[in-house]
């Protein structure tokens, strides 16, 4: 995806691109299981969005989870560009990150079981990059707005770096906070590896189990 741009320092003020007023065009509905892709959704339904590298592979690890999560979608958060487009975010000059939205059910599917797929899906120790992902766009992050599952999800990240830290890995990189609006991916991006199922995803973990939520320790 791109690996030619490789910027690592977010950008200036001064070098922000301006974007444009209105949204990108994206697809209805989820590819997958048909759901509609920017809702509305059930009530009940919570979001989260989460950035752990080039988020092709980061979309199938949550969808992947089942009936628990009602859509995901791709997109861009923690930036300034408003509707920015892929190039646009692959350039570094809009400050966003490659995202995966998830909405799920949080009796069917606890926050913690998202939280433990995160961690255990990326390394989140590798700062403005993911293996040979390299760039602003690819940085570790947990992006909401609900104090509580803010607070969950910074109590996972001192238990998963005790974990990381056991097993030789220098300190979390991760950014969790408010993310500011979430722009959706244009269309052919949104579940890119159901549509494509030999394409491109460099994920890759580090092999430590996440300890949230199982109530073991990590292995």
């Known amino acids: 995806m791109l690996f030619f741009r490789k910027r690592a320092e977010m950008p200036a ?12 065009p994206t697809a209805d509905r989820h590819f997958v299981n048909g759901h509609p892709l920017k809702g509305p959704y059930p009530p ?8 752990l590298g080039c988020f092709w592979g980061a979309e199938r ?4 989870l089942g009936d628990g999560v009602f859509v995901t979608a791709v997109g861009y958060a923690a930036g300034t560009t408003p509707n920015p487009t892929y190039e646009e975010v692959c350039s570094g000059m809009t400050g966003h990150n490659e995202v995966v939205l998830v909405a799920y059910d949080p009796a069917a599917m606890p926050f913690a079981s998202l939280l433990k797929t995160f961690w255990e899906s990326h390394d989140p120790t590798q700062g403005m990059r993911q293996g040979n992902d390299v760039g602003t766009q690819y940085r570790s992050g947990i992006y909401l707005s609900d104090a509580t599952r ?3 999800a910074e109590a996972s ?14 300190p979390i990189t ?23 199922p030999g394409g491109y995803c460099g994920l890759g973990g580090t092999g430590v189990s996440c300890p949230v939520g199982v109530g073991v320790a990590a292995e």
Request: negative net charge.
């Open 13 to 24: 003020p001064d070098q922000i691109l301006p974007g444009r007023p209105t949204p990108l």
């Open 61 to 64: 690890k949550f969808w992947q």
């Open 174 to 196: 991760t950014e969790i906070r408010d993310g500011g609006p979430f722009y959706f991916a244009e269309e052919y991006h949104q579940q890119y590896l159901a549509k494509n």
């Open 44 to 51: 009940g339904i919570e979001t989260v969005v989460f950035g």
């Open 157 to 170: 990240r001192e238990a998963y770096g005790g974990a990381l830290k056991a097993r030789g890995f220098g």
């Open 150 to 152: 803010l607070a969950e």
